[in-house]
């Protein structure tokens, strides 16, 4: 998938390995909202990463390994994070940079569950240190990253709120054993609830001072998405009184070290709920990589439950 | 002192220490921020400190122990915190609120230390985490949090960049190692030596983009002080991009145990600089308690460097 102002399909050779890399051939590959941002030309491709194939993740099949491979063979099934270059059917990878996918998940289950479960997880746990008996508040919990992070809280042990707009989303959410809430309501549920220890704010903005508003003393605010809106108002001296905390933080430019430091705390916090089927990668739905047009079209607007794919 | 709209000297009786609490008798007390906020009805005091007495630190000679103490004896020099009731000569404190105070410092100077170092410490180590060879910029250097910060960050080995407006501040800032910028100039020398690991924030909201433009990835942000303004525009993209953190943090209305961690850290990590004279209490001036409303004004005043302390 080449993006330059426009989306289009095209033939290229397959990647070479390098060293310690593997190429993976994937059926499906997840979009991102960072992949809409990259075609709008707000968000250049990381460094080292092809400059004009976006896509953050990759799930598939190894099918070469670099002279310095030492984890997996040809034929293993992993999936992980890419710095680009994800949107395609042959995709390189750093070995570090995947984990082995769980027997249980069929192909496109798992195309849905790295760029969302890991940035969920490094969310809440690795940045924001969820622990249990934690109330987290996820603010736009029914996207590919918020179904990710209720999961992951409740299974880690928090009492999850999730604040959502449509029915039928709330409906699926509460399945996942999260309290749901609307904007109306949701600090004054949260307070009531002894405070939010953690936000995980993939909204933006606007939600800012309510987050604020609902945090319990040394409470956690973590910025993933700013959708709705990219700076608003700040009360630091409501932030003092909390003595609270709000965290900026993205996987996309991270070093390589701290990506594989990322993937291998999700391998091993997570993918236990994965593979015995507590947790689930949600896909909303797939595209042909030929609609990828319409794929980002869809993306764009807002009432998705999960993950959108493209099938190649 | 009493407060209560007004500021009044008056006899009361000593306090009587219960359990594991010291009654210290005291030559000096510093003056805080908060006092004065306190005096201005914006912040009554925490819950279990006298209600109009402010005073947010102790200093001086052991005269009573309750039952329970078991690490000081009559006649010892202790200094620490106090969640009111500082601006006294006779001070009830819990016994592990207080360290030894070093045999180098004299009455007046130990008095000068404890608020402002232990803020300082417990901002720029223990909450922001500040390790040797980071980027340490301290916004208001000259107050008492700010020349302490300024020392401490110099000690443990950060590089510290001072942000003051006088020019003799800036030239006794200098002599404690710190490189001396202006509001003009600030961001600029900061980014030029990569960034800061570490903004100690004493100033207020109009500071804050400033901060996060002078951030250096994953660096810190800490709010202490917000004299100059309590809210501000905050551009969460920014905060993202950089992967920083936003911490606000106060020392006066934190649980008994919260207290107690923060005076052993100090006295762990700093008292050793405070005794063989790498660091100082650094005093500004000493009012009589007896004229408490001009040192109240002149507190309140820019231009300081170092503490404003009442003598009894």
Redesign the interface.
Known sequence: MIVDEQLRLEERPDPAPQGGEVVVAAGYAGINPADLAQLAGRYPAPPGSPPDVPGLEVAGRVVACGGQVRDWQIGDRVFGLVGGGGLADRVVVHERHVVAVPDRLEDEEAAAVPEAFLTAHDAIVTQAGLRPGDVLLVNGASGGVGTAAVQIGVLAGARVFASVRSEDAARRLADFGAEVVGQGDAVARVRSAGGADVVL?LV??PN?SGDLEALATKGRIV??G?GA??????????????????????LRA?PLEEKAAAVQAFGHDVLPFLADGRAHGIVDRVFPAEQADEAFEYMARPGKFGKVLLGF
């Open positions: 704010e933006g903005s800012l910025i993933v700013t809106g990219e700076e608003g108002p700040l009360s630091l001296r409501a932030l003092m009184g909390r003595r609270g905390r709000i965290l900026g933080t993205h991270r």
